[in-house]
T-cell receptor
Framework: GAVVSQHPSWVICKSGTSVKIECRSL??????MFWYRQFPKQSLMLMAT?????????EQGVEKDKFLINHASLTLSTLTVTSAHPEDSSFYIC???????????FGPGTRLTVL | TQLLEQSPQFLSIQEGENLTVYCNSS?????LQWYRQEPGEGPVLLVT?????EVKKLKRLTFQFGDARKDSSLHITAAQTGDTGLYLC????????????????FGSGTQLTVLP
């Protein structure tokens, strides 16, 4: 149980293009999903909290107009990196929160490379 | 902002040795999770500790949550090469910005290498 998928697993794009990453909870419903970013040799940094049916809450320093989050259903959240630049290259990971527990279950991550 | 200090950052040991990883904070957490992450993959949950003073064992791994719920440790007995990976602790706390959902703050991670 508690399986989370992400798609795509990796993507390479040109500077200036937009990239959409999907996060799905496969065997449970998640009212809340989180998006993280991880640079090489570093830990996870929370970007935003996504609640189904409402606007996402962004952490300080994260541009909401650049990182668009949509949580349209209890099993799907999407992160769109708009007008991507090389500095946006990173490992993006989502997590899902089933029910009222603290434990988050993570997706396998998406490696974004912007040329 | 809740901060969680994790140490050591890097650890290289011989197979069969024991090791301990520590996570410390001045903040109180409602629970603390330990994850293990392989390169190019997402973190995989090892354990969640909730009660102050709680000890959980997972085969050769022993997890402890401090009495005040501000710190935690992971002890591995007789390490094996398969234990190699990035170990992350994460403390759960209630953030006003996240509504009723508890956010996680992650430690910096411990890169463990177990040599044959």
């Amino acid at each position: 149980g508690a399986v989370v998928s992400q798609h795509p697993s990796w993507v390479i794009c040109k500077s200036g293009t937009s990239v959409k990453i999907e996060c799905r909870s496969l065997d449970f419903q998640a009212t809340t999903m989180f998006w993280y970013r991880q640079f090489p040799k570093q830990s996870l940094m929370l970007m935003a909290t996504s609640n189904e049916g409402s606007k996402a809450t962004y952490e300080q320093g994260v541009e909401k107009d650049k990182f668009l989050i949509n949580h349209a259903s209890l099993t799907l959240s999407t992160l769109t990196v708009t007008s991507a630049h090389p500095e946006d290259s990173s490992f993006y990971i989502c997590s899902c929160l089933p029910g009222s527990t603290d434990t988050q279950y993570f997706g396998p991550g998406t490696r974004l490379t912007v040329l | 902002t809740q901060l969680l200090e994790q140490s050591p950052q890097f650890l290289s040991i011989q197979e069969g040795e024991n090791l301990t990883v520590y996570c410390n904070s001045s903040s109180v957490f409602s629970s603390l999770q330990w994850y293990r992450q392989e390169p190019g993959e997402g973190p995989v949950l090892l354990v969640t500790v909730v009660t102050g003073g709680e000890v959980k064992k997972l085969k050769r791994l022993t997890f402890q949550f401090g009495d005040a719920r501000k710190d935690s440790s992971l002890h591995i007995t007789a390490a094996q090469t398969g234990d190699t990976g990035l170990y992350l602790c994460a403390g759960a706390y209630l953030s006003i910005s996240s509504g009723s959902a508890r956010q996680l703050t992650f430690g910096s991670g411990t890169q463990l290498t177990v040599l044959p």
